[in-house]
């Protein structure tokens, strides 16, 4: 038997067809996988050419019901874009305007701000029958009675796709409303635009394949942050009076800052999570929420007061029937302040330190008392707790998520470092040791591979939080001061997914603390002059790579960072309004 296997072996070897079978066979099998990596390839540009005139006709739609030559009517239009939302919805009940007229206003400004920013994904196609309907019902009633409202993409609306800007999701058509979607409604609401998202929402830029690159207000040269960044930028062009974002590691307060808004993220469940796409489900101890965009503190108050109702309750049983509490937002009492100009990790560029100061400052001056306070192990809470928590899974749901997707060029360098292997991880790990020591830190954790391990994480998680309060106790403070990144908004160009953009804001969703945005300044000569010494964490090439995206910035809006202790939404709206009221002293 050996000895036949033995000949045949060697007449095989012998057959001069052979090398041709083989490289045919293997020409043949290469050109099936390009073939069908081309036709893939097409098909994706096929479906996104198709949502996009899908889109661009729906807003052309839209806007062709919009038009008009009438002078009075355009005048109209103006004068509502120009009211605050408090005054909005005060002429909304008077019967002064009618929702339609407001809707429309709203309608027309969003397609001019998109025009320019492209930051809608499309309309919401119900809005003008839900203004009209309303209208006829002639009742007035609700907080934001025939207010406009802009949603984050992966907000729920029934009968519309959730995307996280992924062709995949193209036809993740929601069943009914998100629960806060509903509340809105219930409370007169008209939600009228969906916005866009960088691709999976794991970016502080606003880029995806499918809906394109969203701009920044200001310079578009610049990003609007992410993953809020639609919303932001459509608030901040004026386009929207009111926006709905979630928040995972800033997600609502990057962009507010960059865009020079108000961004909110309450406590975990405060306000309900149900029925929005999240990014990456299951995720442990950095803990994601809905909240409200705006132009000014008043309007977000608002807002919560309008969610923190008997109806969100009902609607979903885990949010806690706690209403907004009038009598802490309105007390007089003046606060003890704690504030940090920068922490451990020494990232706050010279416009940001600056915007502290003279918040600080002006608070001083209304009475309060300002006492500088020291986040405990704030290197080790970023580099170590967050990044391993937010990628206990090793990066598998972001594989999954973008199976099959055309990469933005915005993830291209980051999302390697999100999704490779543990081994892997180790060898770029020791290859950036001499570059960046903190990224190498970072890069070489190992990944969590057992339950036994994310119970261990949160432990720590656990333990950190208790640290933080036993600090906050012991300076005896009511609410925190702090920067709300290290950066004014960065340029597009030469800038991809930077990490420790969200040093200032990840750190509060893993402490579940409420904080919020407030602008303050903008950028001066003198910012950008002293920017050429800025050092950072190490002057290493991530220090100096933030020095050259934030150059030039004169003129961008620069916001602040307010905080407060779980479950005191109404303490850290106060700062808030404390704050906003200071900075127009």
Not at 257 to 263: E, L, N, P, R
Not at 331 to 344: A, C, M, Q, T, V
Not at 353 to 382: C, M, N, W, Y
Not at 468 to 485: H, K, N
Request: hydrophobic residues 40%.
């Amino acid at each position: 038997m050996s000895d036949f296997i033995v000949n045949f072996c060697f007449d095989v070897l012998e057959d001069s067809r052979l090398p041709v079978v083989v490289c045919t066979t293997l020409v043949g099998v290469l050109t099936l996988y390009v073939g069908h990596k081309v036709y893939k390839r097409q098909q994706f540009k096929r479906k996104v050419r198709r949502k996009n005139e899908e889109r661009q006709k729906a807003l052309q739609d839209v806007l062709r019901s919009l038009h008009t030559d009438d002078k009075e009517v355009e005048a109209k239009r103006k004068e509502i874009l120009s009211l605050t939302l408090p005054q909005l919805s005060q002429q909304l009940k008077d019967g002064q305007l009618s929702a339609v007229q407001v809707l429309q206003a709203y309608q027309e400004k969003a397609i001019a701000v998109h025009g320019d920013l492209n930051c809608v994904t499309e309309p919401i196609p119900d809005a003008l029958v839900r203004a009209k309907e309303l209208d006829r019902a002639g009742q007035r009633s609700g907080l934001l009675y025939g207010v406009p409202v802009s949603i984050k993409d992966n907000i729920n609306i029934k009968g519309m796709a959730s995307t996280l800007g992924l062709v995949k999701f193209l036809e993740n058509y929601a069943q009914e409303d998100s629960v806060i979607v509903q509340v809105l409604r219930k409370q007169g609401a008209v939600p009228f635009v969906k916005t866009n998202v960088p691709q999976t929402m794991l970016d502080t830029g606003c880029s995806n394949p499918l809906f394109g690159k969203t701009l920044n207000p200001h310079d578009p040269t610049r990003s609007p942050g992410g993953s809020s960044g639609g919303e932001a930028a459509l608030i901040g062009g004026g386009g929207s009076i009111l926006g709905i974002g979630n928040d995972i590691a800033g997600s609502i307060r990057i962009p507010a800052h960059f865009c020079g808004i108000c961004g909110f993220k309450p406590s975990a469940n405060r306000l309900s999570t149900r029925g929005y796409f999240n990014c990456s489900p299951g995720i442990q101890g950095v803990i994601s929420t809905c909240g409200p965009m705006a132009r000014d503190v008043d309007s977000l108050v608002l807002v919560m007061k309008a969610l923190l109702v008997p109806d969100m309750f009902q609607l979903d049983p885990l949010v806690p029937p706690i209403p907004f509490r009038h009598e802490i937002y309105e007390s007089k009492k003046p606060l003890k302040i704690g504030y940090f100009l920068d922490w451990e990790l020494k990232l706050a560029t010279p416009a940001i330190t600056r915007a502290v100061e003279i918040t600080k400052e002006a608070l001083e001056k209304a009475g309060h008392k300002l006492v500088p306070f020291q986040p405990p192990k704030s290197d080790h809470a970023f580099h170590d707790m967050i990044s391993k928590l937010v990628l206990a899974d090793g990066g598998k749901t972001i594989r999954n998520r973008m199976s099959g997707e055309i990469v933005d060029p915005r993830l291209r360098l980051g999302l390697p470092f999100l999704t490779m292997s543990y081994f892997w991880r180790k060898v770029v790990g020791v290859l950036l040791k001499p570059i960046s020591p903190r990224m190498s830190r970072i890069q070489s954790h190992r990944l969590l591979r057992t339950i036994y391990d994310l119970w261990q994480r949160l432990v720590e998680r656990e333990e950190y939080v208790r640290e933080f309060l036993a600090a906050w106790e012991e300076a005896d403070i009511d609410v925190l001061l702090c920067p709300a990144t290290p950066m004014p908004a960065f340029t597009y160009k030469g800038a991809p997914s930077l990490y420790e953009t969200a040093t200032y804001t990840s750190i509060f969703n893993l402490l579940n603390f409420p904080a919020g945005v407030v602008p303050v300044t903008m950028v001066t000569e003198e910012d950008d002059r002293l920017l050429d010494d800025y050092i950072g964490s190490d002057n290493d090439i991530f220090d100096r790579y933030v020095r050259q995206v934030s150059k030039g910035a004169v003129g961008m809006p620069v916001a602040v960072q307010c905080v407060a202790l779980p479950w005191q939404e109404e303490a850290c709206l106060r700062l808030m309004k404390e704050v906003e009221a200071g900075s127009k002293l």
